[in-house]
């Protein structure tokens, strides 16, 4: 409350008020709004802090995993074409060996007596087999599924989460200033068709008072409100309005009594400031009209009670629309991945254990 100055006389309750209610109950009301939305838009700041470092915290998991993986690739790699040289070394080394008892085989059953040796069979160098792409294009499969789900679910899932929970108390509180703002208007307009009767507030006091100058402060309150119907109208906002909200909003708004207010209740305010304009211009010689403005605007004011409640509960059910599109985008990635490991994984590495197996047998028959 604000300290009064001993020469004013405080047990005027028209003075008590003006400078101790309106003006400054409208400040801090606005600041205390104001504060409410900072507090929520820096919550969702830190939630987005909190899935760059789930994300960091992620990549750097993979890298590990990829890593970790890089040597056990290489070394199934060299272990292979070791097998496979040794193989070769072993032909080499007992060719002639095993090629006395393929020619007898052949003269005694096929009658046939080639004898000749073929020199340019032999491979006396280790050879490399290029068997390491099988390898690799797995690990750059992996790699780029992975990568591929993290930047769309930062850039489009999270990234309209996001959007959605940081337009919310946007919306809510232009809405909430607008509310306010008419009260504010009904205020301006009274005061300034009363100017010139008894029953103004300016004229209840010789001290200087926030209700001074009235006509400049209405054209402040209807700049103000225009200011708040531009933000309100912003396309940023439109995931998460309604239909019914834009039909209420934009087109009708069946349940109001008033032509006016079926048109929407954009049109109807814009027609509200039309006639407070008018109003305030001819002092108090209208008084049916401005009992009827005071009626539009609180007809006016229920109305934005509708579309709030409205608004919160559409944008919440879009919020929670999205968080159950991440979990199912990640719940549809974990079956893929399942899905990858059993086709692409699993059965090369039965595969490939198969075909070690195979060498080993080989290995075995040989002659040592």
């Given at each position: 409350?604000?300290?009064l100055?001993?020469?004013?006389?405080?047990s005027n309750?028209?003075?008590?008020?003006?400078?101790?209610?309106?003006?400054?109950?409208?400040?801090?009301?606005?600041?205390?709004?104001?504060?409410?939305?900072?507090?929520?838009?820096?919550?969702?700041?830190?939630?987005?802090?909190?899935?760059?470092?789930?994300?960091?915290?992620?990549?750097?998991?993979?890298?590990?995993?990829?890593?970790?993986?890089?040597?056990?690739?290489?070394?199934?790699?060299?272990?292979?074409?070791?097998?496979?040289?040794k193989?070769?070394?072993?032909?080499?080394?007992?060719?002639?060996?095993?090629?006395?008892?393929?020619?007898?085989?052949?003269?005694?059953?096929?009658?046939?007596?080639?004898?000749?040796?073929?020199?340019?069979?032999?491979?006396?160098?280790?050879?490399?087999?290029?068997?390491?792409?099988?390898?690799?294009?797995?690990?750059?499969?992996?790699?780029?599924?992975?990568?591929?789900f993290?930047?769309?679910?930062?850039?489009?899932?999270?990234?309209?989460?996001?959007?959605?929970?940081?337009s919310?108390?946007?919306?809510i509180?232009?809405?909430?200033?607008?509310?306010?703002?008419?009260?504010?208007?009904?205020?301006?307009?009274?005061?300034?068709?009363?100017?010139?009767?008894?029953?103004?507030?300016?004229?209840?006091?010789?001290?200087?008072?926030?209700?001074?100058?009235t006509?400049?402060?209405?054209?402040?309150s209807?700049?103000?409100?225009?200011?708040?119907?531009?933000?309100?109208?912003?396309?940023?906002?439109?995931?998460?309005?309604?239909?019914?909200?834009?039909?209420?909003?934009?087109?009708?708004y069946?349940?109001?009594?008033?032509?006016?207010?079926?048109?929407?209740?954009?049109?109807?305010?814009?027609?509200?400031?039309?006639?407070?304009?008018?109003?305030?211009?001819?002092?108090?010689?209208?008084?049916?009209?401005?009992?009827?403005?005071?009626?539009?605007?609180?007809?006016?004011?229920?109305?934005y009670d509708?579309?709030?409640?409205?608004?919160?509960?559409?944008?919440?059910?879009?919020?929670?629309?999205?968080?159950?599109?991440i979990?199912?985008?990640?719940?549809?990635?974990?079956?893929?991945?399942?899905?990858?490991?059993?086709?692409?994984?699993?059965?090369?590495?039965?595969?490939?254990?198969?075909?070690?197996?195979?060498?080993?047998?080989?290995?075995?028959?040989?002659?040592?």
């Amino acid at each position: 409350m604000e300290k009064l100055n001993s020469s004013i006389d405080v047990s005027n309750e028209v003075v008590f008020f003006v400078l101790n209610g309106y003006d400054e109950a409208f400040h801090y009301c606005n600041q205390s709004m104001h504060e409410i939305v900072a507090c929520q838009k820096s919550q969702i700041l830190d939630y987005k802090s909190e899935i760059l470092v789930l994300l960091i915290v992620g990549i750097f998991a993979f890298a590990l995993c990829i890593c970790f993986m890089t040597p056990f690739c290489y070394s199934a790699i060299k272990n292979e074409n070791i097998l496979w040289n040794k193989i070769r070394k072993h032909a080499y080394k007992y060719y002639d060996k095993l090629y006395q008892p393929c020619i007898e085989r052949l003269s005694s059953i096929h009658s046939k007596l080639e004898t000749t040796v073929n020199n340019e069979l032999r491979f006396k160098n280790d050879q490399n087999f290029r068997n390491s792409w099988k390898y690799i294009w797995r690990l750059c499969l992996l790699l780029i599924v992975t990568s591929a789900f993290c930047i769309v679910s930062i850039t489009v899932f999270y990234g309209m989460l996001i959007k959605y929970l940081y337009s919310r108390p946007e919306l809510i509180e232009n809405l909430l200033n607008s509310q306010i703002l008419l009260t504010d208007l009904d205020v301006w307009t009274t005061e300034a068709s009363l100017k010139i009767t008894s029953y103004s507030i300016e004229g209840q006091t010789e001290y200087p008072n926030p209700f001074s100058n009235t006509y400049k402060k209405f054209i402040d309150s209807v700049s103000r409100i225009n200011v708040q119907q531009k933000k309100i109208r912003d396309p940023k906002y439109s995931p998460i309005i309604s239909d019914s909200f834009k039909q209420r909003f934009y087109e009708e708004y069946a349940k109001s009594e008033r032509l006016e207010h079926r048109m929407g209740s954009y049109a109807a305010e814009e027609y509200s400031i039309t006639e407070a304009e008018f109003i305030s211009r001819f002092d108090a010689q209208y008084i049916n009209d401005w009992i009827n403005l005071v009626v539009e605007l609180q007809d006016l004011d229920s109305i934005y009670d509708g579309l709030i409640d409205s608004i919160n509960k559409y944008s919440l059910s879009v919020i929670n629309q999205q968080m159950k599109i991440i979990i199912a985008a990640l719940v549809i990635f974990i079956i893929c991945c399942c899905v990858m490991y059993a086709c692409l994984y699993l059965t090369f590495f039965i595969k490939e254990k198969r075909n070690l197996k195979r060498i080993s047998s080989m290995l075995e028959i040989m002659p040592q």
